[in-house]
């Protein structure tokens, strides 16, 4: 079992930055990915980004060029650093943890509220 603590929500103007963090505890070993994934009001959780413990990742289109990903491996952390935000980027975002079987884990979820 995996638990994911998560911080840096917030509210914060168009234009502005975030920067998301998500420790991980308990059963990380292995081949893992880490990601985050946000859901809006009335719509579907959706893929933001993800990076495996082997240092590939993958970026929605929507937030390419604007968002970084990055993992501290020794620390079991992950973070998004969020450039350029929109409005359209509001919703909660949660961490995933995936290990080498399939296992998945998620955060409680942060808030990140972008204002016109």
């Known amino acids: 079992q995996v638990q994911l603590v998560e911080s840096g929500g917030g509210l914060v103007q168009a234009g502005g930055s975030l920067r998301l963090s998500c420790a991980a505890s308990g059963s990380t070993f292995g081949i893992n990915v880490m990601g985050w994934y946000r859901q809006a009001p009335g719509k579907q959780r959706e893929l933001v980004a993800t990076t495996t413990n082997a240092g590939s990742t993958n970026y929605a289109d929507s937030v390419k060029g604007r968002f970084t990903i990055s993992r501290d491996n020794a620390k079991n952390t992950v973070h998004l650093q969020m450039n350029s935000l929109k409005p359209e980027d509001t919703g909660i975002y949660y961490c995933?943890?995936?290990?080498?079987?399939?296992?998945?884990?998620w955060g409680q979820g942060t808030q990140v509220t972008v204002s016109s």
């Open positions: 995933k943890y995936v290990d080498g079987l399939g296992s998945t884990s």
